[in-house]
């Protein structure tokens, strides 16, 4: 397997709006990242994936895109942008970009130009198709709420948005929007960023037939069968890395929701040339049902080892994976995996050593490494997240019991992630100066990054821990994988190995002491090499406790 910095490298995401507020507006900015660089430093990390700063009307917080080449006034513009570059470079630190190239925003010039007529040049930048019976030309629906088709009195025509109707999906059909996606991407590498995580990049070819789905109500299926995958999603992602992502040493990061195991390698098989690493969404979407998130089923561990299971024997030693329980969209890793009520240090601890001892790229997201939890907030004024608020509008008309569902926006609300970053007690958790946009989770006095830097046994330094065994030991890098007890419901048991040498993890996802056959698993042969514990046993594992154990022969 070929040894690359970007297998090795830690990432830390940003999303850039929680971040920091430097500049007195209650939204965070860059200059609020740069003045943390060491901080980010300090945990270890080799590269930051920021999430969207361009120039953008903010319907989905910077993943509708009005320009391409210009970051946001709102978070310090283009000079902002170049002076981090250069601060990050200082201190060897990589900066991947997020790009959202599945759709723009409908106030990007593109789009204001295509819906003036139908013989405008711009027309076929997107996907417009006249009514069907008096209606939308199909049954799709979008990723937040409603039909992907909005009438447009303009021609009278229907685009395709699979988002809002603020994010109008871009037609990858049209030789001349992929060159112009070509330039775009080749204006940031020669700036020099040093990677791209691309955003819903499954879902750049679409079936331009359109055909309706045979199963509308059922979300994950709608997805993996119309949306992702398309016919020429190889042929553009092919096409793009040989134009210009290979001239390049960057690191790429697909988004990939409909990506599942059989399809996922194509993405990422060295030999294809199309991408380094794709996020799937096997752990992420476990808890749906049929209707999606807010229709959400009962998780058990088996489910949850099996995605880690499978997905690890179908990549390598082909292709490469990544490593995450938790980004921007979800709710908080901790709060989702974890036990946020008792065993709040510990359980965030045991993720933390779970993520840095699985094969692939690691991605940890901000404030996960004080072990930020979930916000419940009192009613639904108080949240932001186009999402969120689609989805309530929509149960609303539905009917459906609105207190009940206000508690699954408790659980699932994307804002969960976005609360702003708790650097100490003092007013809006040292975030800005000002009421910040979305309201701090009222737990920053009791987590926050100020008190876990004087507790020596905190989150945040287990953190440092980790990412410095991590480094120290390239077996969790390259190292092969095996579960070593796929039934158990309370247990995590893996073997990270190669010819020299063998490791094995030992996770407690319980709140109950566990046996520990200390025999079957040859547990006299091996030494301790980190707990999240200060004290271990023989005969068990105490409640949510972590080991990593080396052997010695
Ligand atoms: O957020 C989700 C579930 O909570 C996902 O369905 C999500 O919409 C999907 O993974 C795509 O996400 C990406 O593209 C969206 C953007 O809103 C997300 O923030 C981004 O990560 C549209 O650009």
Redesign the pocket.
Known sequence: MKKTWWKEGIVYQIYPRSYKDNTGNGVGDILGIIEKLDYIKSLGVDIIWL?PVYESPND??G??ISDYRNISAEFGGNDAFDTLLEEMHKRDLKLVM?L?L??SSDEHKWFKESRKSKDNPYRDYYFWQEAKNGKEPNNWKS??SGSVWQKDDITDEYFLH??TKK?PDLNWENPKVREEIHNIVEFWCKKGVDGFRM??ISLISKQTDFPDSHVPDNYGET?KTYYANGPKIHQYLNELNQKVLSKYDIMTVG?G?GIDLETGLDYVHEDRNELNMIFH?GH??IDNGVG??YDPIEVSLPTFKKVFNDWDAKIYPKGWGSIFLG????SRMVSRFGNTEEYHNKSAKLLALLLFTMRGTVYVYQGDEIGMTNVAYPDISYYND??TLNSYKEALAKGRDMDAFLKLVHR?S?DNARTPMQWNSSKNSGFSDVEPWLEVNSNYTQINVESQEKDKDSILHFYRKMSAFRKANKVMVYGDYECLNEDDTNLYFYKRYNDEETYIILLNFSNKKQTLDFVKYDLANTELALSNYSENFDAFLQPWEAQIRKYKS
Not at 327 to 330: A, E, G, K, T, V
């Open positions: 999430c989905d917080n993943y509708d997020d959202v599945n759709h990723f937040f699979l988002f994010q955003d819903v997805i988004e929701p969404f992420m979407f999606g998130k980004n921007h969209d979800f186009v999402e699932q994307r």
